[in-house]
């Protein structure tokens, strides 16, 4: 098939990449024209009206920019250049009721729209795409070549027991969630439990770290070996997971991990998670805790700590200790 793909940063040039590498024409555009050309056997286009004037109707565009303003001058854009029966597809990390206004601005003009939560990464390139769409069946059908280059695959993953009659693109790694916004919705839901598995690991390993702490009695210290930790629990532990992979990798790279600083930036999903579930009136403690934690990395000590730090000293003389200091360093 032929696609023109919109925004060629690290993971929409790699889908490009993907989708040349399965036998699809790919026309590419991105602000900056090096990006284009860096793209092996990719059709450079100059602008946006340059990019659609290449395509042949009906017309597929992946958009691959970030969420807010950028994105919607690009559909804005689209609205204005493609004509029915064309698809815009959006797969980066848009909140899903933008979705919803979107397409309907789009269907004004018989302008087909879908929203793809794409999750992968860097690493998708090689290991491909976990996708989950939102859009018409219809059109998804339509799209299924581009889908299916994109997804994982099968791979050697077992067979859940069970799954007899129920749709087969979800065992290759993408699934048609709803209409218009539930594939990013369901994405938005995946990146908010991302962020509460993240802070797991990443609190006991920090556990894991202190017992070597000086303070501590010395028949209670230990020296462990976060790398050889991470490892050993990648192979038959219950907790096992890609992202403890990434961690083993990590801490096999650099124990100290002295080249980061522990600034955490949210990219919105989280927050917007927590909001949905704010508005359904479901409790989601560990997802709230992560995001706040996640907040609470970006500065060293808060004027909140301070306060609390104050009042311990004020009713009980508690006074802060050089240990208290190194613990959470």
């Not at 600034?263 to 508005?279: K, L, M, P, Q």
Request: glycine fraction near 10%; hydrophobic fraction near 40%.
């Amino acid at each position: 098939m032929q696609i023109g793909v919109i925004g060629l940063g690290r993971m929409g040039g790699n889908i490009a990449r993907r989708l040349i590498a399965n036998g699809h024409q790919v026309f590419a555009y991105d602000h900056d024209a090096a990006a284009a050309a860096k793209i092996e056997h990719a059709v450079a286009a100059k602008d946006l009206s340059n990019l659609v004037k290449q395509l042949a109707p009906p017309r597929t565009l992946w958009l691959m920019l970030p969420a807010g303003q950028v994105t919607q001058s690009a559909v804005d854009a689209l609205r204005d250049l493609l004509v029915s029966d064309d698809v815009v597809i959006d797969g980066g990390n848009t909140f899903y009721k933008d979705d919803i206004r979107r397409a309907q601005a789009l269907k004004e003009r018989g302008i087909h729209y879908v929203d793809v939560g794409t999750s992968g990464g860097v690493w998708g390139l090689e290991r491909g795409y976990c996708m989950m769409i939102g859009g018409s069946a219809p059109i998804l059908a339509r799209l299924d070549p581009i889908l299916a280059a994109l997804a994982p695959g099968p791979g050697k993953i077992e067979r859940t027991p069970g799954r007899e009659g129920r749709d087969p693109r979800v065992e290759k790694g993408y699934l048609h969630a709803g209409p218009v916004g539930a594939g990013h919705f369901v994405k938005m839901v995946h990146n908010g439990i991302e962020y509460g598995l993240m802070q797991a690991y990443a609190e006991g390993f920090d556990v894991l770290r202190q017992k070597a702490d000086k303070d501590l009695p010395e028949d209670e210290r230990y020296e462990l070996d976060l790398a050889d930790i991470a490892e050993v629990w990648r192979r038959g532990s219950v907790i096992s997971s890609w992202l403890l992979d990434l961690a083993a990798s990590a801490l096999a790279d650099n124990p100290t991990l002295s080249e980061f600083e522990g600034a955490v930036e949210d990219s919105g999903e989280g927050r917007w998670t927590i909001n949905a579930a704010i508005e359904e009136a479901v409790s989601v403690p560990v997802l709230s805790a992560a995001l706040y934690a996640r907040f609470r990395s970006r500065v060293p000590h808060t004027f909140g700590e301070k306060l609390l730090s104050a009042l311990r000293n004020k009713f009980g003389g508690h006074v802060e200790t050089a240990a208290s200091s190194r613990r959470r360093s």
